[in-house]
């Protein structure tokens, strides 16, 4: 599974930069916070991501528990 992101009107593209590679990666589940308008947060089998550029580049983040996900498919994320 892929994340794409759009500018505005523009064409969806593949976001790739700090990202697992597709293949074996199940969907990801998206979540934003008020407190960071910038910031992206992804949750998939490979681990929990953070993009500081509205989606632009993405880190994993070194989250204890984290490695759990390698067997589950997320389906909710919640930023505090």
């Known amino acids: 599974s892929a994340?794409?992101?759009r500018v505005g009107d523009g064409a969806w593209a593949e976001?790739?930069?700090g990202l697992p590679p597709p293949r074996g990666t199940?969907?990801?589940v998206l979540a934003?916070?008020?407190g960071e308008p910038d910031a992206f947060y992804a949750a998939n089998n490979t681990g929990?991501?953070?993009s500081l550029d509205t989606g632009r580049t993405w880190e994993r983040?070194?989250?204890p528990g984290a490695a759990?996900?390698?067997s589950a498919r997320p389906t909710a994320l919640s930023i505090a």
Do not use: G, Q
Request: charged share 15%; aromatic share 10%; hydrophobic share 50%.
């Open 26 to 28: 199940l969907a990801s």
């Open 61 to 63: 983040l070194a989250i």
């Open 15 to 17: 976001v790739t930069d």
């Open 32 to 34: 934003t916070t008020p």
């Open 48 to 50: 929990i991501y953070r």
């Open 68 to 70: 759990s996900l390698a």
């Open 3 to 5: 994340i794409f992101r």
